[in-house]
Antibody, heavy 120, light 108 residues
């Protein structure tokens, strides 16, 4: 059974960048899209975008364009999300999740989430 | 971009009752490309339903999904104590793969 294991909580200063990792255990990244979703405190789920590791193809939500970068390392079965120019509004739990397929983007399983706190 | 609107915002029911959640899309959700998730406090979301009506692996049959076009429903036939959580719908017709704002199910 596939599990996604994310890196630990981060505290960052405004204007800096954060890198969150998402390692797949029990399976490979391969052709499954890895999607990133964030959840601000007390708020709903917000889709940030996705990467198809085998192709390196990315799709970013417009509001994050230019500020977020997704990468993947198939040798370690790990996907990464870098969010730059951090501001307080970026304080949230960031989740990675695997999509069923390129054309069937429902998400299962999910990582446990990584809390990113942006504070001066 | 497809916007999903869920109603009600909060649903207050008792164990044993039936729960019905609504998800309305701003544009047609073709091929019934709609999923439902459950999220409990401090946990990641869990997939319940995909393709509008197919239960994910391990999901009890008290959970069912229905609908087409722009109107979709998640039903829990008989509430168990562990079902009290927040429920989200999500469309995967086209990017951005948006979520509804969620419906909180709490104990009456």
């Amino acid at each position: 059974q596939v599990h996604l294991v994310q890196s630990g909580a981060e505290v960052k200063r405004p204007g800096s960048s954060v890198k969150v990792s998402c390692r797949t255990s029990g399976g490979s990244l391969s052709s499954y899209p890895i999607t990133w979703v964030r959840q601000a405190p007390g708020q709903g789920l917000e889709w940030m975008g996705q990467i198809i590791p085998i192709f390196g193809a990315t799709d970013y939500a417009q509001r994050f364009q230019g500020r977020v970068t997704f990468t993947a390392d198939e040798s370690t079965s790990t996907a990464y999300m870098v969010l730059s120019s951090l501001r307080s509004e970026d304080t949230a739990v960031y989740y990675c999740a695997r999509a069923y397929a390129v054309t069937h983007n429902w998400f299962d399983p999910w990582g446990q989430g990584t809390l990113v706190t942006v504070s001066s | 971009e497809i916007v999903l609107t869920q109603s009600p915002g909060t649903l207050s029911l008792s164990p044993g009752e039936r729960a019905t959640f609504s998800c309305r899309a701003s544009h047609t959700v073709t091929s019934n490309y709609l999923a439902w998730y459950q999220q409990k406090p401090g946990q990641a979301p869990r997939l319940l339903i995909y393709g509008a009506s197919s239960r994910a692996t391990g999901i009890p049959d008290r959970f069912s999904g229905s609908g087409s076009g722009t109107d979709f429903t998640l039903t829990i036939s008989r509430l168990e104590p562990e079902d009290f959580a927040v429920y989200y719908c999500q469309q995967y017709v086209s990017s951005p793969y948006s979520f509804g704002q969620g419906t909180k199910l709490d104990v009456k």
